[in-house]
């Protein structure tokens, strides 16, 4: 009776821990954490820190919300400076390149096992770097197919496209042109880059599905320009997924349905001008609060037919510990706070996103345009970019060019590759 009365008392330990068993530092003074973020609005974040403050009255917790033009430079002068925030909220590409800037989380606090078990899959490849995590997420976005409905069913088409083949016949039978040839209904907004909103974001996803092999092993170059074996036969995958991609711009191409004249990609969308936009999860309310009366649907992502594989791209941002915090313990402890499941769910449902969170999947997988983002976490990829701005400019480079027909798709991929490959070298 003894020995069962110990046991339970052991087991009862331990499930106390796991719900509330946050590693709490040594608590001597009055603490001031500042916590900087981009796109986050304090109401997203005002319940949590009301009840951190009720559990942990010493600690005081000031949000800044930080503009995004601004944001990086204002962390890199803070970093010279000696000075900034206590925690910060990275991107979930920024590690390569601002590592520097980051205390790890301890192991006491998490191990790496438990963040595997907490988190979707493409987290431990961005946070995550010689067993060591960086940061922790509260969500996870990624690229869904916006589709408009009355469109779709004016032309007889019932569902959104699962695949590109079918996303490539629909927007063939629903870009209609005038009797001069000129497109007065687009199909689908791809084929450019300025105009297009996450133009580079699309590309990386069509390398990524195409089997793309964006950087060797090692992350210290570039081989997006490099063959891969397929079916054990050298494929340019590369060079595939830009030419699908630009074709959608191409006059020559059957599939032309957009060029460097039409709207923002996002307006044509919400203005009826477009049947199929590809976007991220934050853009449902631009279009809900621009055009309330458009009647349009969020589908996953088409994947590459007979691939096997399913991949989404991801995009987020993750709150970490700044290199120059007074007090990185209780910086990192609230993290773990904000991202436990009843916290993070406060978010989610304040700031209308997609979780990081395993368990939250299942809760938002059949909510209303938002459940596609929801599922899609558990597919994402992303890849290992040294300078996520630069590398973003080279391959909207890279996609101009082709459409301008300065180059052909080899002789920009290889442009691109070495210019990229320059930075990995510094």
Do not use: C
């Amino acid at each position: 009776m003894i020995f069962l009365t110990i046991i339970f008392i052991i087991i009862a330990i331990t499930i106390f821990a796991v719900i509330f068993g946050l590693k709490k530092p040594k608590q001597t003074q009055k603490i001031n954490l500042e916590f900087w973020s981009v796109y986050d609005q304090d109401e997203y974040f005002i319940n949590i820190i009301k009840e951190y403050k009720r559990l942990y009255p010493s600690v005081t917790i000031t949000y800044v919300k930080k503009t995004f033009n601004d944001y990086e430079k204002d962390l890199i002068d803070a970093f010279a400076a000696g000075r900034g925030p206590d925690i910060w909220s990275i991107h979930n590409t920024w590690l390569p390149k601002h590592k520097n800037k980051i205390i790890p989380l301890s192991p006491e606090m998490m191990t790496i096992q438990s963040f595997k078990d907490t988190f979707v899959d493409v987290t431990f490849q961005d946070l995550v770097n010689n067993n060591q995590i960086y940061g922790l997420p509260l969500f996870v976005d990624t690229l869904a197919l916006y589709w408009n409905k009355n469109i779709f069913q004016s032309n007889g088409i019932a569902e959104p496209p699962q695949t590109w083949d079918d996303f490539v016949k629909d927007a063939k039978l629903l870009t209609k042109k005038d009797d001069f040839g000129n497109i007065i209904r687009v199909g689908a907004s791809l084929g450019t880059a300025k105009n297009i909103n996450r133009s580079t974001d699309i590309l990386g996803l069509l390398m990524l599905q195409t089997g793309t092999q964006m950087t060797d092993l090692e992350n210290t170059k570039v081989i997006f320009n490099k063959f891969v074996s397929l079916n054990g036969q050298p494929f340019a995958a590369g060079e595939e997924a830009l030419r699908f991609y630009t074709d959608f711009a191409n006059p020559q191409k059957e599939v032309y349905t957009w060029n460097s004249e039409m709207d923002y990609s996002i307006d044509a969308f919400y203005q009826g001008e477009t049947a199929m936009m590809i976007n991220y999860s934050h853009h449902i309310d631009t279009i809900k609060n621009k055009a309330p009366y458009l009647n349009f649907g969020v589908a996953t992502i088409p994947q590459i037919a007979g691939s096997g594989n399913n991949i989404a791209y991801a995009n987020y941002w993750a709150p970490a510990v700044f290199i120059n915090s007074k007090n990185p313990g209780w910086a990192w402890h609230f993290i773990q706070f904000m991202t436990l499941k009843d916290n993070a769910l406060k978010y989610l449902e304040s700031s209308k996103r997609p979780t990081a969170r395993r368990d939250l999947v299942d809760l938002q997988k059949d909510k209303l345009h938002l459940g596609v983002f929801a599922r899609q976490s558990l597919t994402a990829k992303s890849w290992y970019q040294i300078d996520n701005v630069t590398i973003e400019t080279i391959f909207s480079d890279m996609i101009e060019t082709v459409v301008l027909g300065q180059a052909t798709i080899k002789q920009a991929i290889e442009k691109s590759a070495n210019q990229i490959n320059v930075l990995y070298r510094k």
